[in-house]
């Protein structure tokens, strides 16, 4: 049974909100995106499971965590519309990504295609794989804003010259990897189409959707990726370390969890039909996985403030009125394509400033004057040349939030532009 929490009524987004969280008063939260944050309702639920835990460990460890775990598994397989058993809990996306690419029986010579948008972590798995697989990696840079067909069409383009060359379906590209919403920027990605575009091409679709699960709505029996990875942690507000894996069934045979199980079973006799993704992925070590049961105190939270569609909705009006009034106070503009697919709940703005050779310099200095000086803090990063801020919005959150931080990224930016200039004058 999932520990009991409080029953809520009807609450009202907006800073009423902030007394369920865990924030500190005198913080203003522009980040949601990068770490994810959780209501006290979730961590007395990770304590109820931990205390359970304690009292029996035997119990626990031998029988009933897995009960639990299944339990969980089944709820965010009705939310992500999938089978549970397509899903293994792991503990971040990292873990996700590495333990497909490490797992899949690429040869050399095989080709993987990538955004260049995609995650640092997962870029340099790519780069693993290639340097230890002799995979080469096509990686395609679209520059944004840009527009969903366009993007398609990038893709469909970068594969149609492949399969030119080979004279084979999808040449000799066995998978790619693209994000669901990208990181920085922090974009939405038109994954639905593109996967459906992979899959007429016979090419495998690795979909890194740390940011999704929470923030979109996800259908994975409609949009049938092969390899899909989620973080609870980020938007769904479960406790960090808590991840879900889906795997189609099809490729489950190939795939196993990036720590080796003692449940590891080879299946590259293909007569040989069993399957042991599940059992691999249920146990990869002694681990704390309370986090994951955190999922049902998560959800419940999530139903007492009106579900899904009432969150996404509040959080994507927000973000793109937040965003737009950022611009409006900096005197620049939101990234946003003509389609206005690209904001979720995170928004991109630009920054004025002119850019820097140092860019680590300037990213330190954000965090500096931001987080630990003004207690205000959006990241500011650099794309193409030019410098951004990516906001988040979310439920404890109004648009006086954006305003304040709109102020504090304005003060820094007018400060580092008058450092660039008196260093030039030097
Ligand atoms: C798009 C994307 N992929 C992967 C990751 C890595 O997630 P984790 O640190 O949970 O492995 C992040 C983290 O922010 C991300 O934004």
């Given amino acids: 049974m999932a520990p009991s929490s409080n029953h809520h009524a009807k609450k009202q987004f907006g800073h009423s909100l902030r007394a369920d969280f865990l924030i500190a008063d005198d913080y203003t939260l522009m980040n949601h995106g990068s770490y994810g944050t959780y209501p006290a309702v979730v961590r007395t639920a990770l304590r109820q499971y931990q205390d359970r835990a304690e009292n029996c460990i035997d119990t626990w460890f031998r029988r009933d965590m897995y009960t639990e775990v299944q339990k969980a598994k089944e709820k965010l397989a009705t939310l992500i519309h999938c089978h549970a058993d397509d899903l293994a809990f792991i503990a971040n996306a990292s873990t996700g990504i590495n333990s497909v690419a490490r797992s899949l029986p690429f040869q050399s010579g095989d080709k993987i295609l990538q955004l260049s948008t995609i995650f640092a972590a997962t870029g340099a798995t790519m780069r693993f794989v290639r340097d230890t697989r002799g995979v080469e990696l ?6 944004y804003p840009i ?75 409609e949009t049938d990726p092969d390899f899909f990875i989620s973080n609870c942690h980020k938007w769904l507000y479960t406790v960090r370390g808590s991840s879900i894996l889906y795997v189609a069934k099809r490729n489950q045979r190939y795939i196993h969890p990036a720590i080796t199980s003692e449940y590891y079973k080879d299946h590259s006799d293909l007569s040989d039909m069993s399957e042991t993704f599940h059992k691999e992925f249920s146990w990869q070590g002694t681990q704390d996985f309370s986090g994951f049961l955190t999922t049902f105190a998560a959800l419940e939270y999530r139903e007492s403030l009106g579900g899904e569609e009432k969150i996404q909705e509040y959080c994507g009006n927000l973000a793109r009125r937040g965003g737009e009034l950022v611009a409006k106070i900096l005197g620049t503009e939101v990234m946003e394509n003509e389609e206005k697919t690209l904001t979720a709940m995170m928004v991109n703005v630009r920054l004025p400033l002119v850019a820097h050779e140092n860019d680590g310099y300037y990213m330190e200095r954000f965090l500096e004057e931001g987080a630990f000086k003004r207690k205000c803090f959006a990241p500011g990063y650099k794309y193409k040349g030019t410098w951004y801020t990516r906001l988040s919005a979310q439920v404890y959150m109004e648009e006086s939030d954006f305003e304040k931080a709109a102020h504090v990224l304005k003060d820094i930016c007018e400060q580092l532009e008058q450092e660039r200039l008196e260093g030039q004058k030097k």
């Fill in 147 to 221: 527009s969903d067909d366009d993007l398609v069409a990038m893709i469909e383009e970068a594969i149609l010259k492949e399969e030119t060359k080979v004279g084979v379906t999808g040449g000799k590209i066995k998978m790619a990897v693209l994000d669901t919403i990208s990181s920085t920027p922090g974009v939405r990605v038109p994954f639905e189409r593109i996967i459906k575009l992979l899959r007429k091409h016979n090419i495998l679709s690795l979909v890194d959707g740390a940011h999704g699960i929470g923030q979109i709505p996800l259908n994975l029996h």
């Fill in 138 to 143: 096509i990686i395609l840079d679209p520059t």
